[in-house]
């Protein structure tokens, strides 16, 4: 990715800016610095974490630690940030492992216990690229959308994403108070995580601080050596009132609080926390970003705009008695972020309020997933669920929160094959919509193999993970039939009949193996739909039209100069949102 070092984006500039801040002024005045348009508006970790970077900064270049120094790029900035992304990122890696090969290990222990020991030793046997665990690590460790977002547009994204994999992995299995430190911990780095605090919520509140009843079956399904008899004992000695675990409520609100104190608290004593909120939560922005994020507001903006287009409106009953100037237009496709550019013409107009209260009410399906099973599938899933929804009808959305749902979504990829085609799906289009950030000329052909060299990985995958689930219970039904046989020769005490009964097990076991030949010979299929084929043809065309069409026919004519990130956005929020909705049709139908 050093080739990218001449065109860098307006994120290595926020960054450095950041470094400069936290530096060289005290914390007092982290979040009144305005010199440069990129104030500092992550929360106080993410500054501290910036400061600490500095200390390191200073011995490669300290230039890049002035203030007043704005667009320094020299090439040792642009490596040491480069560097510091990457290295950061060995955090992503150890918890997509971790977590990876922990959710595989529970698979195995549901399995040992209805499988016999041969099957395990045949479990235990597999090739790296039949290995579930390594399947999902691959997945996600490259995924797509963070190489794009994080290494050539430059974020830190993979470290932050690191402490919400380790959070979840403590979590699912059992470390409630580590797990829900971590998640803290993420927030006060950045708190677009507050999109999955609603699933957090629900699930420490439901499965620690709650008294679960005696017939509930949403305890976890795998327990280690001893837990179930552990459990048994520390809910006899729990204390509760009202159902409610006191002294776990009152762990857990230690723990929490203490996070945020470490954080906020400086800003309450100095009485400038009006300050910080004002920074962390620019509702002055507006609805939409400038490239609209591919979400359900993005089509309202399109229609406000088809409307628009030579008067159509006019042709509508409801809108025919609207009179509209012609100098007034709007600016939804303008580039402009501030909200005063923003306003529909025709629909009504979108606040903050309306936003919140539209996800709240379509939050109530990740509360639904997580309410009525404790187990890491219903866990995960409740998480992307509710980062989708605040993706989906949040105020002020970026495009690259897509990989808030890409990410977690990718340890679910190889439940079954709905899943499968749902990462798939969503991967694909998802991932395609960030390609607006790569615009330049030399990063188009970069994007493209990205995308489709990560698409090729995720299907040859699937097809790894189907034929070994395949094989595998193909080899269930050999064992099985050659344990049947051996219990018969056993209680046959006829020689004559003990040969007649091997003579039908080797045509049994031959029949068997003849099935399982053909069964490896079936090739894997996702199930698409035919329309979903057609979609997915249709971002070629898509790519087609901005890489070659746009530029050369419309790109220079004004009207049409941002048509091309208009199309895009909308084409993408068609097909995402169809994704979300397939998450619904997951819950309410519980296919896991």
């Known amino acids: 990715m050093f080739i990218y070092i001449k065109n860098l984006s307006t994120d290595f500039e926020v960054h450095r800016n950041w470094l400069a801040i936290t530096s060289s002024l005290p914390i007092s005045k982290w979040y009144f610095e305005n010199r440069s348009e990129w104030t500092l508006d992550y929360p106080p970790f993410f500054g501290w974490f910036e400061y600490f970077l500095s200390k390191f900064a200073y011995y490669i270049d300290s230039e890049m630690l002035v203030i007043d120094n704005l667009g320094y790029k020299s090439t040792s900035t642009i490596l040491f940030q480069r560097f510091s992304v990457i290295i950061s990122d060995s955090l992503f890696i150890l918890s997509t492992l971790l977590l990876s090969n922990y959710i595989y290990n529970i698979i195995i222990k549901n399995n040992k216990n209805n499988n016999n020991n041969n099957n395990n030793n045949n479990s235990n046997n597999l090739h790296w690229y039949h290995d579930k665990s390594f399947i999902i690590s691959s997945i996600i460790i490259l995924n797509p959308g963070l190489l794009m977002v994080d290494h050539i547009h430059f974020q830190y994204n993979g470290f932050l994403k690191g402490i919400l994999i380790l959070s979840i992995y403590f979590l699912v299995r059992g470390n409630i108070l580590i797990g829900s430190i971590l998640f803290c911990v993420l927030l006060n780095f950045k708190h677009i995580y507050m999109y999955m605090a609603p699933a957090f919520f629900v699930y420490l509140l439901k499965y620690y601080c709650l008294k679960s009843n005696s017939n509930d079956n949403t305890t976890l399904k795998v327990n280690h050596s001893g837990g179930k008899q552990q459990q048994q004992q520390q809910q006899q000695q729990e204390f509760t009132i009202f159902g409610i675990k006191i002294f776990n409520l009152i762990k857990l609100g230690i723990s929490v609080l203490s996070i945020?104190?470490?954080?906020?608290?400086?800003?309450?004593?100095?009485?400038q926390i009006q300050q910080l909120i004002s920074r962390l939560f620019p509702f002055g922005r507006g609805l939409s970003h400038a490239y609209w994020a591919p979400n359900f507001w993005s089509i309202y903006n399109f229609l406000d705009r088809v409307l628009l287009f030579n008067g159509l409106y006019k042709k509508i009953p409801f809108f025919k008695n609207i009179i509209i100037p012609d100098q007034v237009t709007g600016n939804l496709t303008s580039g402009l972020v501030g909200s005063e550019t923003q306003s529909h013409i025709l629909l009504p107009k979108i606040t903050p309020q309306i936003t919140l209260l539209i996800t709240i009410l379509f939050l109530i399906p990740s509360i639904y997933s997580i309410l009525k099973n404790k187990s890491w599938k219903h866990f995960i899933l409740g998480i992307c669920q509710s980062s989708f929804t605040f993706f989906m009808f949040g105020w002020h959305v970026h495009e690259k929160?897509?990989?808030?749902?890409?990410?977690?979504?990718?340890?679910?990829?190889?439940?079954?094959?709905?899943?499968?085609?749902?990462?798939?799906?969503?991967?694909?289009?998802g991932h395609y919509s960030l390609f607006p950030l790569l615009f330049q000329v030399e990063e188009i052909p970069t994007r493209i193999l990205i995308l489709v060299t990560y698409t090729l990985l995720v299907y040859l995958s699937f097809i790894s993970s189907s034929s070994n689930n395949s094989n595998h219970s193909n080899n269930n039904n050999n064992n099985n039939n050659n344990n049947n046989n051996n219990n018969n020769n056993n209680n046959n005490n006829n020689n004559n009949n003990n040969n007649n009964n091997n003579n039908n097990n080797n045509n049994n076991n031959n029949n068997n193996n003849n099935n399982n030949s053909k069964q490896r010979k079936c090739s894997f299929s996702l199930g698409l739909y035919w329309f979903e084929k057609i979609y997915l043809f249709g971002i070629i065309l898509l790519e087609i039209f901005n890489v070659f069409i746009h530029p050369v026919f419309l790109a220079h004519i004004q009207r049409f100069s941002f048509i091309s990130?208009?199309?895009?956005?909308?084409?993408?929020?068609?097909?995402?949102?169809?994704?979300?909705?397939?998450?619904?049709k997951l819950i309410f139908k519980n296919e896991f």
């Open 260 to 271: 945020f104190l470490i954080s906020l608290g400086p800003f309450f004593y100095m009485g």
């Open 565 to 584: 990130l208009m199309i895009t956005s909308v084409y993408t929020s068609v097909g995402i949102i169809y994704c979300y909705l397939f998450t619904f």
């Open 401 to 429: 929160a897509i990989i808030m749902i890409t990410i977690p979504m990718g340890f679910l990829c190889l439940v079954n094959n709905k899943f499968s085609k749902l990462y798939f799906l969503l991967s694909t289009i």
